[in-house]
């Protein structure tokens, strides 16, 4: 059967297709993208802006009609923390609901970290050992470790690379003593968390996800994504230390210009580096591998499982 994901997340909105059967392996058949960047365009008081509402409904309107095209026959949405933590996300999922045709389902932050889990699990294998999975997007930060399909813990933070940017490094470049002072806070909210994970104890595998992880593993040394999905990425907590003094003192721009690094999302590749980092110290963790599947395979996923055979 084909199922279509729309993915409302804080940086982007994602519809992807993917051809899939119950015990096989989703096979993508398409993918469509708008940058909406939520997580940095959120008014004084945290509200979302009519002209986003505009764009969103927009979009999902054509995410539709594509997936009518496409012949899928089991269309999926939801949003994660840009929508959940605004204010004004239940009035705008009703809009959406009312003048698109899709009913958002909005994710905690806990099953954020539960789905990507599951995906970097599926993609692993059991071979993996005690798994413990990163995933950095626009607006939060997941870690879970666990030794099944379901992790024993799974913890979501405010710790996105984009809300990061917006509230403690919108300088361009920041100065040394400013990313000192958000090292320093980024590791008193990671402090508080990483006791959730490490009281299961050291994982086998570590796992990161998301396109600032994947920048950031390129920046290491990693190949490039047009090597296609199964070349072995990773990078080394060393590496991720260079990168950040590396990048610190660049712009946007020049950021930009680096092997991987997109720009529209150069000037949040720091934050991200800087939060990655935090956790890898916190965690003690010294090679991190980085996996193709993250939250959209997750939920695709979980729905074939409750398909019959």
Request: aromatic fraction near 4%.
């Amino acid at each position: 059967m084909r199922l279509g994901v729309i993915d409302v997340g804080s940086n982007t909105v994602h519809l992807l297709v993917v051809d899939a059967r119950y015990g096989g392996h989703p096979l993508p058949a398409s993918s469509h993208k708008l940058e909406l960047k939520l997580s940095e365009n959120l008014s004084a008081d945290g509200s979302i802006g009519a002209e986003f509402g505009d764009r969103l409904v927009g979009f999902l309107r054509e995410c539709v009609d594509i997936a009518e095209d496409e012949g899928v026959l089991d269309l999926m949405a939801f949003a994660t923390s840009a929508i959940r933590e605004a204010r004004g996300g239940p009035e705008l999922l009703d809009r959406v609901r009312t003048e698109s045709g899709v009913d958002l389902q909005v994710l905690s932050g806990s099953d954020e970290a539960r789905l990507t889990y599951l995906a970097v699990r599926r993609w692993f294998g059991w071979s993996a050992g005690r798994l413990l999975v990163l995933d950095i997007g626009g607006g939060s930060f997941e870690m879970a470790t666990g030794v099944d399909e379901e992790p024993d813990a799974a913890v979501s933070l405010p710790l996105g690379a984009g809300r990061v940017t917006r509230d403690w490094l919108a300088d361009d470049p920041p100065s040394p003593a400013r990313i000192k002072e958000v090292r320093k806070q980024v590791r008193a909210e990671l402090g508080a968390a990483v006791g959730d994970l490490l009281r299961f104890g050291p994982p086998t595998r570590a796992v990161g996800t998301s396109k600032t992880i994947r920048s950031l593993a390129r920046l290491a040394g990693a190949a490039p994504s047009g090597d296609g999905i199964f070349v072995p990425r990773s990078m080394n907590r060393g590496d991720l230390k260079a990168i950040v003094k590396r990048i610190g003192p660049m712009t946007a721009a020049e950021r930009s210009r680096l092997p991987g690094v997109s720009a529209t999302r150069a000037h949040q590749l720091l934050a991200g580096a800087v939060v990655v980092e935090g956790a890898l110290d916190l965690l003690r963790i010294d090679h991190l591998d980085v996996g193709p599947w993250a939250l959209r395979e997750g939920l695709i996923l979980r729905r074939l499982d409750h398909l019959e055979e």
